[in-house]
């Protein structure tokens, strides 16, 4: 029966025209029986003249009673509707995709029921196979989540059976927590379609995607992707219906439909990616409201499941479309003793008691948000922070331990960071780095290193990579090549390119100079607000005696410095260049050529003249002393100048500040002029230099850490490249600045609070960790606690999974273990069991290393629950023989897209056909029959026999010789 199906789009009355078709052939043979021959002597004579007449009767009653099957058969092919091509004319085959993105758990009220959007896909997919079945033809639908579009969840012939399956199968799914594209759903369909030589090719092929229609999806910068993926499905002659089941219903025309309002935690982290214990540290929580309303709410804060009510706090106000930062301030504690570490120790052993003593604390933070509608399940988000006794500090000495002497990198550096509480400086040489755990270390300090093993290269852009800090203190060790080749072949791993050779030294006399007669700082902050540099700045002035003696110039900017944003200034030396009469010339025409374009005689600008007057003259006085600080100084009054009050006393009138001129659109360009002048005036080459890599970043400093040289050296160079540790005058500010660098390399996400760490990353994204396999063992317990919100409605908490995973065997000294990606949010910890060490005790089952990781969904992404417009989901047909995409509501439009078959009742050849042959028939019918005849012949005219008898032509006769 399904043939038949699939080759008339009436099939019962084909059957019935093959059964009817059989009656003239009974009738036939009912005729055939109807006469007896009776034996009758006077026609015997007659015989011989009807054999001769034989074959051609039966011809003409075959060919008469062919007529009549062939008319039969013709009116009920007509009626029956041959499609002629097969199935394809009318059925076909329908993907429908489900988007299971967590963006689908956006609910509504539905009479006083809460329902989501994924409620109402699952309902149009049971829908969409309840009336397919019932459209004509053969339809097969496969049904897909968009998180799994490798195999279907459901597939079969369209009709009530396949509708009941699919109630019993899709009322069980839930929408995942993952963060999924629906244009990769259409991708993935066109690629089955593809891959498919089965699939006839005059076929229906529709896609139905049922989804949110979010803005985010299909709209800004995935609007160009979705167009031209829709574009290649429709031109590959399938059809696209997209169907929006969100809330409320899509109104008609370009109108931009409503979505709900919603808020999102979007991120929680920590000012630092290891915490001290005991100390007050500062957490910030990022709050959006994507709704189009000012909204409020309330923030909660829980340390390992129990509510913090020091952190928890209101938010009056959130501006639609925005976001607010929570921040809130928490003291945490280990959740065990803590190492027992011993100066006198190994310093193996020093790592290992560290590692297998490292504590972790999880935060949760939840926010209250309107339970009937929007998107519940992004209101909390999960943070785990690694807390610490004290702060390990990996300090790399390219000397050795002659660098702990006086007057040496390390000593400065461990100095610096010993006065601080919270930090623990760990000096090892550079062959003891491959014995150490840089894991343990969130900081590495490499000073005046020469060269390192490529293997530990390696180990070092891994794990700035992760999210540590890696700081470089160049000095007379240093080789430019080596270095060089990790700015181009590392990522960066060293910040800049390096000059051959480092600046010569300056003599003892011209240092007294520089500090006694020279009033221009020796070095420059160009941020003011830089984390390092904010708290020395407003002495920035002193810093007049302290001489860099030495530096290592960098290579020109642009070689180095692609101006991305990754590279950033915090110290620049004063520009030397001031020295060199004709660079002086230069600048000097360049201020005088920019006082001219000043608005002297404009009558608009009248009010400005006193405060341009003296801007002026203060230039003109600087270039006459030839004095490099008095011009940077005098252009830059010029440019921040904010103007003067009123002098009651003096009867002085209010000046206005040259600032309000500048920011006129006429003066921009002069202001931007006279920045850059400044910039070339001050500054010189770079002293300390920082760049984002990866998670982490990299500090270099152009000079040494410390005060002596490590080298043989005689004259100048013995004494050093700079005083700043001790000997100068300025030697309080490096410790002060020592302190602000540690501190912002522990910062996290590059050293901006509110950028997540590397323990947190998004629910479904792949999980690696590349160990050193003489630390472990391979063997991995693992934990997970899933995410437990207070605030969905209707949430049942799971119990902690527990398993355990092995990590790949050693390949090249390294293990890699992996673990399948998290599917919902929550903590995963990790327990790694130590390798044994010849000579220290076996570790048991309650040994191993701890680490643990935060996974939590796209909230920034899903949580946007704004709808795109129709415009961009619909697209004209691109030509003939293509699809088309049609935006439709639940249970409307798919009919329109399946287009009436083509059958034989629509083409005139059929009906000539069926009219010739019944012509014929009819034709044929009187030539057989025995109608009255009437036969003309020597003027006898005779009737015919009656009806039942065969009409014989007479032929002359001879009987006896008589005619």
């Known amino acids: 029966?399904?043939?038949?199906?699939?080759?008339?789009?009436?099939?019962?009355?084909?059957?019935?025209?093959?059964?009817?078709?059989?009656?003239?052939?009974?009738?036939?043979?009912?005729?055939?029986?109807?006469?007896?021959?009776?034996?009758?002597?006077?026609?015997?004579?007659?015989?011989?003249?009807?054999?001769?007449?034989?074959?051609?009767?039966?011809?003409?009653?075959?060919?008469?009673?062919?007529?009549?099957?062939?008319?039969?058969?013709?009116?009920?092919?007509?009626?029956?509707?041959?499609?002629?091509?097969?199935?394809?004319?009318?059925?076909?085959?329908?993907?429908?995709?489900?988007?299971?993105?967590?963006?689908?758990?956006?609910?509504?009220?539905?009479?006083?029921?809460?329902?989501?959007?994924?409620?109402?896909?699952?309902?149009?997919?049971?829908?969409?196979?309840?009336?397919?079945?019932?459209?004509?033809?053969?339809?097969?639908?496969?049904?897909?989540?968009?998180?799994?579009?490798?195999?279907?969840?459901?597939?079969?012939?369209?009709?009530?059976?396949?509708?009941?399956?699919?109630?019993?199968?899709?009322?069980?799914?839930?929408?995942?927590?993952?963060?999924?594209?629906?244009?990769?759903?259409?991708?993935?369909?066109?690629?089955?379609?593809?891959?498919?030589?089965?699939?006839?090719?005059?076929?229906?092929?529709?896609?139905?995607?049922?989804?949110?229609?979010?803005?985010?999806?299909?709209?800004?910068?995935?609007?160009?992707?979705?167009?031209?993926?829709?574009?290649?499905?429709?031109?590959?002659?399938?059809?696209?219906?997209?169907?929006?089941?969100?809330?409320?219903?899509?109104?008609?025309?370009?109108?931009?439909?409503?979505?709900?309002?919603?808020?999102?935690?979007?991120?929680?982290?920590?000012?630092?990616?290891?915490?001290?214990?005991?100390?007050?540290?500062?957490?910030?929580?990022?709050?959006?409201?994507?709704?189009?309303?000012?909204?409020?709410?309330?923030?909660?804060?829980?340390?390992?499941?129990?509510?913090?009510?020091?952190?928890?706090?209101?938010?009056?106000?959130?501006?639609?479309?925005?976001?607010?930062?929570?921040?809130?301030?928490?003291?945490?504690?280990?959740?065990?003793?803590?190492?027992?570490?011993?100066?006198?120790?190994?310093?193996?052993?020093?790592?290992?008691?560290?590692?297998?003593?490292?504590?972790?604390?999880?935060?949760?933070?939840?926010?209250?948000?309107?339970?009937?509608?929007?998107?519940?399940?992004?209101?909390?988000?999960?943070?785990?922070?690694?807390?610490?006794?004290?702060?390990?500090?990996?300090?790399?000495?390219?000397?050795?331990?002659?660098?702990?002497?006086?007057?040496?990198?390390?000593?400065?550096?461990?100095?610096?960071?010993?006065?601080?509480?919270?930090?623990?400086?760990?000096?090892?040489?550079?062959?003891e780095l491959s014995k150490t755990r840089l894991e343990l270390y969130p900081i590495v300090f490499m000073l005046n290193v020469g060269e390192l093993p490529p293997g530990e290269v390696d180990r070092l852009l891994n794990h700035v990579s992760e999210g540590a800090s890696l700081s470089w203190f160049v000095g007379d060790r240093t080789r430019p090549a080596f270095v060089n080749g990790l700015f181009q072949d590392k990522n960066g791993l060293f910040p800049v390119l390096l000059a051959p050779k480092p600046a010569d030294p300056i003599s003892p006399q011209e240092k007294l100079d520089a500090r006694l007669l020279d009033e221009q700082p020796k070095i420059l902050f160009p941020d003011p607000t830089h984390p390092v540099v904010a708290g020395v700045y407003p002495n920035r002035l002193d810093f007049r005696f302290l001489p860099v003696d030495r530096h290592w110039p960098a290579q020109a900017r642009f070689l180095w410095d692609k101006g991305n944003g990754l590279v950033k200034d915090i110290i620049l030396l004063a520009n030397k260049r001031w020295k060199d009469d004709r660079q002086r010339a230069a600048f000097r025409d360049k201020a005088l050529a920019l006082v001219a374009t000043f608005p002297l005689s404009n009558p608009a600008e009248a009010m400005f003249r006193t405060g341009l007057d003296s801007a002026i003259r203060d230039i003109r006085e600087a270039l006459l002393s030839q004095s490099q600080f008095q011009l940077a100084r005098a252009l830059e009054k010029t440019l921040e100048d904010g103007g003067e009050l009123a002098d009651q006393k003096t009867n002085r009138p209010a000046r206005p500040g040259l600032r309000q001129l500048w920011s006129k659109p006429p003066f921009v360009a002069t202001a931007q002029a006279m920045g850059e002048l400044l910039r070339e005036v001050q500054f010189g080459d770079p002293l300390w230099v920082e760049r984002a890599l990866g998670r982490g970043k990299v500090f270099a400093s152009m000079t040494m850490a410390g005060t002596k040289t490590t080298l043989g050296a005689v004259g100048a160079e013995a004494e050093g490249w700079n005083e700043w540790g001790s000997g100068s005058p300025m030697s309080w500010s490096y410790a002060a600045l020592m302190k602000e660098l540690v501190r912002h390399l522990l910062k996290s996400g590059g050293g901006d609070i509110g950028s997540e760490t590397k323990s947190t990353d998004l629910v479904g994204n792949t999980f690696e960790l590349v160990r050193d396999a003489s630390f472990l063992s391979g063997g991995v317990h693992e934990r997970f606690d899933p995410q437990s919100p207070t605030k969905v409605p209707g949430f049942v908490p799971e119990s902690q999974r527990i398993g355990i995973n092995f990590a790949d065997a050693p390949v090249g000294g390294k293990i890699r273990i992996r673990v399948a990606p998290s599917p919902t949010p929550g903590v995963l910890y990790l327990k790694m069991s130590p390798a044994v060490v010849p000579g220290q005790p076996i570790p048991g089952p309650e040994d191993g290393e701890l680490e643990a990781f935060a996974f939590n969904l796209d909230a920034n992404h899903e949580g946007d629950l704004r709808r795109v417009r129709r415009d961009l989901l619909e697209i004209p047909p691109p030509g003939p023989g293509t699809g088309r995409v049609v935006l439709s509501r639940p249970g409307d439009g798919h009919d329109s897209m399946l287009e009436p078959p083509r059958d034989t009742s629509e083409s005139w050849w059929i009906y000539l056909v069926v009219f010739g042959v019944l012509i014929g028939e009819q034709a044929m019918a009187v030539f057989c029959s025995h109608h009255q005849r009437t036969i003309k012949g020597e003027g006898l005219v005779k009737k015919s026999p009656t009806k039942g008898t065969r009409v014989i032509p007479l032929e002359p006769v001879t009987l006896g010789g008589l005619p």
Request: hydrophobic share 40%; charged share 25%.
């Open 1 to 431: 029966m399904e043939i038949l199906f699939s080759l008339f789009l009436h099939p019962v009355a084909a059957v019935i025209g093959g059964l009817l078709a059989t009656l003239p052939i009974i009738i036939h043979l009912i005729r055939r029986t109807q006469y007896k021959k009776q034996p009758w002597a006077a026609m015997e004579f007659l015989l011989a003249a009807q054999k001769r007449m034989r074959k051609r009767m039966v011809l003409e009653e075959w060919i008469l009673l062919a007529l009549r099957i062939l008319v039969i058969l013709l009116v009920a092919f007509l009626l029956s509707r041959w499609l002629g091509g097969g199935a394809a004319g009318v059925g076909g085959e329908h993907f429908v995709i489900l988007d299971d993105s967590i963006s689908m758990a956006d609910a509504r009220n539905d009479r006083g029921t809460r329902k989501t959007a994924f409620d109402s896909a699952m309902e149009e997919g049971i829908r969409l196979a309840r009336k397919l079945g019932a459209t004509r033809g053969i339809h097969h639908l496969h049904f897909f989540l968009l998180s799994s579009m490798n195999e279907p969840v459901l597939e079969g012939r369209a009709g009530e059976d396949l509708a009941r399956q699919a109630e019993l199968k899709l009322a069980r799914l839930k929408p995942s927590y993952y963060s999924l594209d629906p244009t990769k759903g259409i991708a993935a369909a066109v690629d089955k379609w593809a891959a498919s030589p089965d699939a006839l090719v005059s076929s229906h092929k529709i896609l139905h995607l049922i989804t949110d229609c979010r803005d985010a999806d299909f709209g800004g910068q995935r609007q160009e992707e979705s167009r031209r993926l829709m574009t290649r499905l429709v031109g590959s002659g399938a059809s696209l219906r997209i169907v929006d089941v969100s809330d409320p219903e899509r109104p008609n025309g370009s109108a931009i439909p409503i979505g709900h309002d919603n808020l999102s935690i979007t991120g929680l982290s920590c000012e630092s990616r290891i915490v001290v214990e005991g100390a007050a540290t500062e957490f910030v929580a990022t709050i959006k409201n994507f709704g189009s309303s000012p909204r409020r709410t309330f923030f909660h804060a829980r340390r390992d499941g129990v509510e913090d009510f020091s952190a928890t706090q209101p938010v009056d106000e959130i501006p639609p479309g925005q976001e607010v930062k929570v921040r809130f301030t928490l003291v945490l504690g280990r959740n065990n003793l803590g190492p027992k570490i011993s100066s006198g120790d190994d310093p193996m052993k020093r790592d290992r008691e560290r590692l297998l003593h490292r504590s972790w604390v999880r935060l949760t933070g939840e926010i209250d948000d309107q339970t009937t509608t929007g998107l519940a399940e992004d209101n909390v988000r999960d943070l785990v922070v690694e807390v610490v006794h004290k702060v390990p500090v990996l300090v790399v000495d390219g000397a050795g331990r002659s660098g702990m002497m006086p007057g040496g990198d390390s000593f400065h550096i461990d100095a610096a960071l010993s006065a601080l509480r919270d930090f623990d400086p760990e000096i090892r040489t550079v062959e």
